[in-house]
């Protein structure tokens, strides 16, 4: 299964974006990146996904490079309750393989 | 509305005592997965189900087992054989599998909180 690597932490102030880069060097072909957040105690919320085009939801944007080894998540504009563990995360099949995440900090 | 449930949301056991962890969904999924979760870690797959009565090892599934008698139902079962029982354990499911799966997310539970002592 492909890995990704994300940086450990984040901060980012209170209506600014923030943007959340992951690598994954080596995905293949038809694995899908998905980005979940965890705040603490709580089950993991989906936030995007994503195969080769950039997405965009009511809470984010994915942008994934043309050779797809690497994504940036962005939320456009950062509140609190964005504070958060954020997984990039890679599927293929059944198995959903999870990294450490990054832990973002907003602060006011 | 719909959704996955967990319970207890936290556990209390004994060393050498099995505990089962309930999760329950009504979402109409095919696919359920249990993830346990350490301090400072990700989560670690530990076993999945794509269907009923069928149900696949993660990468650590030593120590615990599973059913899946019901479509919305997927009880883990940590034994005494698991050697480091306490952690974060969360449920998951998702409406399919496969090729046509990987395009759905999963849908998390809560989670139990087990601390064994």
């Known amino acids: 299964d492909a890995k990704t690597t994300q940086p450990p932490s984040m901060d980012c102030a209170e209506g600014r974006a923030a943007n959340l880069p992951c690598n994954h060097s080596?995905?293949?072909?038809?694995?899908?990146v998905y980005w979940y957040r965890q705040i603490h105690s709580q089950g993991p919320q989906y936030i995007i996904h994503g195969l080769k085009n950039n997405e965009t939801n009511e809470m984010a944007s994915l942008i994934i490079t043309e050779d797809r080894k690497s994504s940036t998540l962005i939320l456009p504009h950062a509140t609190l309750r964005d504070t958060a563990v954020y997984y990039c995360?890679?599927?293929?099949?059944?198995?959903?393989?999870f990294g450490t995440g990054t832990r973002l900090q907003v602060f006011p | 509305d719909g959704g996955i449930t967990q319970s207890p949301k936290y556990l209390f056991r004994k060393e050498g005592q099995n505990v089962t962890l309930s999760c329950e969904q009504n979402l109409n999924h095919d696919a359920m997965y249990w993830y346990r979760q350490d301090p400072g870690q990700g989560l670690r797959l530990i076993y999945y189900s794509q269907i009923v009565n069928d149900f696949q090892k993660g990468d650590i599934a030593e120590g615990y087992s599973v059913s899946r008698e019901k479509k919305e139902s997927f009880p883990l079962t940590v034994t005494s054989a698991q050697k480091n029982p306490t952690a974060f354990y969360l449920c998951a499911s998702s409406p399919g599998t496969g090729t046509g799966g990987r395009r759905s997310p999963l849908h998390f539970g809560n989670g139990t909180r087990l601390t064994v002592t």
């Open positions: 080596t995905i293949s072909g038809n694995e899908y």
């Open positions: 995360t890679l599927r293929l099949t059944d198995k959903l393989i």
